[in-house]
Nanobody
Framework: QVQLVESGGGLVQPGESLRLACAAS????????MNWYRQVPGQQRELVCS???????ICADSVKGRFTISRDTAKKTVYLQLNSLKPEDTAVYFC?????????WGQGTQVTVSS
């Protein structure tokens, strides 16, 4: 079955960086767009960045220029590089793939930005 396992979250100070990783299995990774979402308690899950099978990335305006999404087909892993982090980036970050109109999610990784 589809499995998405995120890693790399943590507690950092404003201006610092993190690199999140999502290891995928159970589907043909190279065929699907991969997405990173984030969610703050009490709010809707927000799409942060997406990357197509051909590696075309797109990110939300709120993170453009600071976050970068990439993928490694051989490792079946998608990454999210978070630079110049701000307190408002604090959230649980989820990896996502949509297969046959069904969303699949990882368990999430917590990112906390605080001085």
């Amino acid at each position: 079955q589809v499995q998405l396992v995120e890693s790399g979250g943590g507690l950092v100070q404003p201006g610092e960086s993190l690199r999140l990783a999502c290891a995928a299995s159970g589907f043909t990774f190279s065929m699907y767009a991969m997405n990173w979402y984030r969610q703050v308690p009490g709010q809707q899950r927000e799409l942060v960045c997406s990357i197509t099978p051909s590696r075309s990335p797109i990110c939300a305006d709120s993170v453009k220029g600071r976050f970068t999404i990439s993928r490694d087909t051989a490792k079946k892993t998608v990454y999210l590089q978070l630079n110049s982090l701000k307190p408002e980036d604090t959230a649980v970050y989820f990896c996502n793939v949509r297969i046959a109109s069904v969303n699949k999610w990882g368990q999430g990784t917590q990112v906390t930005v605080s001085s």
